[in-house]
């Protein structure tokens, strides 16, 4: 069995340098082959130096690969281009891989019927987390709770999060590879390729699983934790939805181009995040409906004003 692992990385070696030495020293089952690529999406700092760094690691492989065009997506689906083995992994270069996390890989594809899983997100923190993070928005600073394992299927109350995935070669050769029109691209902030790439994964019956125990620790900056970081995820979430949505239509009810429900969520939100500012110890619970409303903002603007191509042409 073989095993490619993805690390997309700008500008972060300082943090690179903790995923790969993580890496390098989880366990491999004796079966597995494994080589760590590293792509460069035009960093300015020491990257190239760092991946140097490590050398030729003894059991395993680690390849440089740098990628022009900016982007999140370029970058995953440079390093997919880059590599020839059976199996595709992704990490961020902000995260540490759990020690066991290539052996569940290898036993989980073990079982021929599975084409890809994906697992969860541990916290990482580099500051105590304050007691205002609004609950159901753990996405936001990158915090994905274990869930019960669960076919990654239509009803799946999730994404298949690039961060911490694997995926079989023939799958991206039979339903191509991440979108370039959504992703981080250098300033800017449209997102939702992983969405996209799992509603393709669920209308093409592609057979996955939700592993729990396939595990990575996510380093949440302090910068992140701050209201205001929290609002303009959130949004420009919400708008990377409404550009998805033009092409994409979920199966709810709309009005004027927009799901219904995320009308009810921003009105009972307004009402409700009112509501709780009398009570000191809701704070999260206030914030988190606050954040309803830009949700529905940023998924309007997405919709029906923003220009994707002068977006890219700007952001960058």
């Not at 492989?61 to 880059?82: D, P, T």
């Not at 991206?172 to 800017?188: A, D, H, M, N």
């Not at 939702?192 to 125990?213: I, K, T, W």
């Not at 995820?233 to 927009?258: M, P, T």
């Amino acid at each position: 069995m073989t095993l490619d692992v993805v690390v997309p990385t700008y500008n972060r070696s300082h943090l690179l340098r903790r995923t790969i030495q993580s890496l390098l020293a989880a366990p491999i089952p004796a079966y597995l082959q494994v080589t760590i690529i590293v792509v460069d999406n035009n960093s300015k700092d020491d990257t190239a130096q760092a991946v140097a760094e490590f050398g030729k690691p003894v059991d395993r492989s680690l390849v440089y690969v740098r990628e022009l065009q900016q982007g999140s997506s370029h970058s995953r689906n440079a390093g997919i281009a880059a590599g020839r083995s059976e199996l595709i992994g992704f990490i961020d270069d902000d995260e540490e891989i759990e020690e066991n996390w290539f052996r569940v890989v290898a036993r989980e594809f073990a079982n021929p019927d599975i084409d890809f899983i994906g697992g969860c997100y541990l916290a990482n923190w580099s500051a105590p987390a304050p007691e205002w993070l609004p609950p159901g928005y753990h996405a936001a600073i990158g915090v994905v709770p274990p869930k019960p394992r669960a076919p990654f299927d239509s009803k799946f109350a999730g994404n298949l999060m690039g961060g911490n995935a694997v995926v079989r070669r023939s799958v991206y050769e039979r339903i191509g590879t991440y979108s370039t029109r959504l992703g981080r691209s250098g300033k800017g902030l449209l997102s939702e390729e992983d969405a996209e790439f799992c509603r393709r994964l669920q209308a093409n019956s592609v057979p996955g699983m939700y592993v729990p125990d396939l595990a990575i620790y996510h380093y949440i900056p302090g910068e992140r934790l701050t209201r205001h970081y929290h609002r303009r995820w959130v949004f420009w979430r919400a708008v990377s939805q409404g550009v998805l949505d033009r092409e994409l239509k979920e199966n709810f009810r709309y009005i004027f181009g927009i799901p219904r429900y995320k009308f009810g969520s921003a009105l009972r939100g307004i009402v409700r995040s009112l509501a709780y500012r009398f009570f000191p110890r809701k704070q999260g619970e206030a914030f988190a409906n606050e954040l309803a409303t830009w949700d529905l903002l940023g998924f309007i603007y997405g919709k029906h004003f923003i220009r994707i191509e002068k977006y890219y042409a700007t952001s960058t």
